[in-house]
């Protein structure tokens, strides 16, 4: 079984929109035994919140229900639990490996990393593009997917 955890700042708009894309995707190509997937933040900031709403509408308008989800904070602890932890951005690479306590078994990257153009995942928070989040978040999680299960095809 892979497991995968997806973190990124608060747990309320990108880690949360992958957590529940790849569920989606995993669920598509007949995998969900063969996966364990969710998401957490590096703040505490949202700890316990519910899904931001433009993120919960973004997900509903391609058939994905995100209900019950609230956020959680990332722990030391999760680095042994998960095979991958799958970053948004830079700035939460960095704030993983200190939560974590560093990386050394190279678990820790980055969404994008998984496509043809690595870089940090549109934030919405400040811009409020869920579009630009929806595609980035989308094309990663394929990708990742088709790393983990090279003989699915998307």
Same mark, same amino acid.
């Given at each position: 079984?892979?497991?995968?955890? $997806?973190?990124?700042?608060?747990?309320?708009?990108?880690?949360?929109?992958?957590? $529940?894309?790849?569920?989606?995707?995993?669920?598509?190509?007949?995998?969900?035994?063969?996966?364990?997937?969710?998401?957490?933040?590096?703040?505490?900031?949202?700890?316990?919140?519910?899904?931001?709403?433009?993120?919960?509408?973004?997900?509903?308008?391609?058939?994905?229900?995100?209900?019950?989800?609230?956020?959680?904070?990332?722990?030391?602890?999760?680095?042994?639990?998960?095979?991958?932890?799958?970053?948004?951005?830079?700035?939460?690479?960095?704030?993983?490996?200190?939560?974590?306590?560093?990386?050394?078994?190279?678990?820790?990257?980055?969404?994008?990393? $998984?496509?043809?153009?690595?870089?940090?995942?549109?934030?919405?928070?400040?811009?409020?593009?869920?579009?630009?989040?929806?595609?980035?978040?989308?094309?990663?999680?394929?990708?990742?997917?088709?790393?983990?299960?090279?003989?699915?095809?998307?």
């Amino acid at each position: 079984m892979t497991k995968i955890l $997806f973190v990124c700042h608060s747990d309320i708009c990108r880690s949360l929109m992958a957590e $529940f894309v790849m569920k989606d995707l995993v669920k598509q190509a007949g995998l969900e035994d063969q996966f364990r997937i969710a998401s957490s933040a590096t703040s505490t900031e949202e700890i316990g919140c519910p899904v931001y709403p433009p993120a919960r509408r973004k997900l509903a308008e391609h058939g994905i229900s995100c209900d019950g989800k609230t956020a959680r904070q990332l722990t030391r602890g999760d680095y042994t639990r998960y095979d991958l932890l799958i970053g948004m951005d830079r700035a939460n690479i960095r704030n993983m490996a200190r939560i974590c306590g560093g990386d050394p078994d190279g678990k820790i990257k980055r969404l994008l990393d $998984f496509t043809d153009h690595p870089g940090d995942v549109a934030a919405p928070w400040y811009t409020g593009n869920f579009d630009a989040a929806w595609r980035d978040v989308l094309e990663g999680c394929k990708g990742l997917l088709r790393s983990c299960t090279p003989e699915v095809s998307l």
